[in-house]
């Protein structure tokens, strides 16, 4: 993906200098620009809102993945050899076993009752994150 794919799918976008933007975040009700967008010399994207939103919630929520922020495995100079993951396995894992330990609280707290609103999102949220993360790991069949 392009950075210009991804700025097309955005609101209120401004170009700051060479290779970097800012735009309303389209995670949250954005009033003002909040979130700011970098292209790195390699392709890769690197996104942050100052109101606090994840990156994954930021592509979620314009119909991409974590993943998109990535290149493909080719090289722009020709030179060295592509990436194979765009993160580290150790990241991977500890994103999964602290979504895993919120699953079994949320288990632990369903044992006691009902679950609030709240506690539902928040499971489902795990959930999903838990897929990007086995999705971001090569794992395609994560559904």
């Known amino acids: 993906m392009s950075i210009h794919h991804l700025l097309s799918l955005l609101n209120k976008v401004k170009r700051t200098g060479s290779g970097r933007w800012v735009a309303a975040c389209p995670a949250h009700d954005d009033r003002n620009p909040s979130l700011a967008l970098r292209e790195l010399d390699d392709g890769r994207v690197l ?11 930021i592509v979620s929520s314009v119909g991409l993945q974590l993943t998109d922020l990535f290149p493909t495995g080719e090289i722009k100079d020709g ?20 979504e895993a330990l919120v699953v079994a609280v949320v288990a632990t707290t369903r044992l006691a009752g009902p679950l609030s609103d709240t506690d539902h999102n928040r499971l489902m949220l ?11 790991g090569g794992i395609s069949d994560a559904k």
């Open 79 to 98: 030179k060295g050899k592509p990436e194979r993951r765009p993160f580290p396995a150790a990241d991977i894992l500890r994103c999964i076993a602290f």
């Open 47 to 57: 996104l942050h809102c100052f109101a606090g939103c994840a990156a994954h919630e």
């Open 126 to 136: 795990a959930v999903t994150r838990i897929h990007e993360a086995l999705a971001a």
